[in-house]
């Protein structure tokens, strides 16, 4: 993707990169404090396959692509630069000194090089799914992962869960709030333990054992689930878990901790309260660390974000207005 050309020589406030819901809602909150702000986003949203956002207040159903230009239109609004392109890498340009203030270059895939007083990340995750045919073409629509995000759509239809995780168990049991017809598939990697075939058996979900070899599908509709025997077995729509992989490249190039997750589901940034990396004046927001966030609460994530950096400028100025005052004392 080609970015657009970036007229700002002199440093933004804040580079945000990635304009997801995160980085958006940190943009609108940063706008609104009168701050100068680039986003630059990637283009590559996480829920694009997805028909519609759920669970985000006055907005269910929206279709992400909507949701996101909503977005952008309302933080060019509070005089927010927003561009298309891929942030690479980024570094400190701050004084080699304790104490320095924080700045920084962010270099981008078009050769161009935007400078920041502080960075926000929130470039998401990416999902790493089973080697299985017909999965990555189904992902979204009815090859689910999370049921608060899709359960409504699929309530009372055939679901098979995919044994690709030891969470697997897990999903067979809470998608059973949304249909009486659940199928977990072993799928030669999950083992239940004896206390789980009996909480299997007593919600009354059917258990397959055998190595799954794909997805049957007939008129763009998933039909079915083929086992390497040959079996077909018949389902609506399958539930898989996902490994979850931060995109921490720009984070990583920082010197950023990229770690495992403590649910086992996938690597993260680990960060403060507010978003604060372990890199002064960097901060991370979204699914980048929050791994199991939904769309709504990635946007609130961006949004404390936003304001730790809003304030952590404002001391920053504080602090040099006040050196400048002394310094204006002693000369005088």
């Not at 984070?251 to 589901?265: D, F, I, K, N």
Request: charged share 20%.
């Amino acid at each position: 993707m080609e970015t657009q050309e970036i007229a700002k020589a002199e440093a933004y406030d804040a580079v945000v990169v990635g304009g997801g819901a995160a980085g958006l809602s940190a943009a609108v909150t940063l706008g609104r404090a009168l701050r100068s702000v680039l986003v630059i986003d990637a283009g590559e949203p996480r829920n694009a396959p997805a028909a519609g956002v759920h669970g985000f207040l006055s907005r269910d159903g929206i279709n992400p692509k909507e949701l996101l230009e909503l977005g952008r239109a309302e933080a060019l609004q509070y005089g927010v630069d927003v561009v298309s392109g891929v942030a690479l890498t980024a570094r400190s340009t701050a004084e080699p000194v304790e104490g320095a203030e924080p700045a920084f270059e962010v270099d981008l895939a078009d050769g161009q090089t935007v400078k920041a007083r502080r960075l926000l990340v929130t470039t998401g995750l990416t999902d790493i799914l089973p080697d299985i045919a017909g999965i990555r073409e189904r992902w979204g629509r009815d090859v689910l992962h999370c049921p608060y995000c899709h359960g409504w759509e699929v309530r009372n239809k055939a679901i098979g869960i995919l044994g690709s995780v030891p969470m697997a168990l897990h999903q067979a049991l809470l998608f059973r709030q949304w249909s009486p017809t659940i199928t977990l598939f072993l799928n030669d990697i999950v083992e239940p333990s004896n206390e789980q075939w009996e909480q299997l058996a007593a919600r009354s979900i059917s258990v397959v054992e055998g190595e799954v070899q794909a997805l049957q599908v007939t008129d763009d509709a998933l039909t079915g689930v083929l086992l390497a025997s040959g079996t077909v077995i018949p389902v609506d729509a399958v539930v898989t878990g996902p490994r979850l992989e931060a995109r921490s490249g720009v984070l990583e190039s920082l010197g950023a901790l990229v770690v495992e997750h403590p649910m086992g589901v996938g690597t993260h940034v680990e960060v403060n309260p507010q978003g604060a990396t372990s890199v002064p004046g960097v901060w991370a927001a979204g699914n980048v660390t929050d791994l199991t966030g939904q769309v709504m609460a990635s946007a609130a994530a961006g949004v404390m974000a936003g304001a730790a950096i809003n304030a952590d400028l404002m001391m920053a100025e504080t602090q040099a207005a006040v050196e400048q005052a002394r310094h204006a004392a002693l000369t005088h």
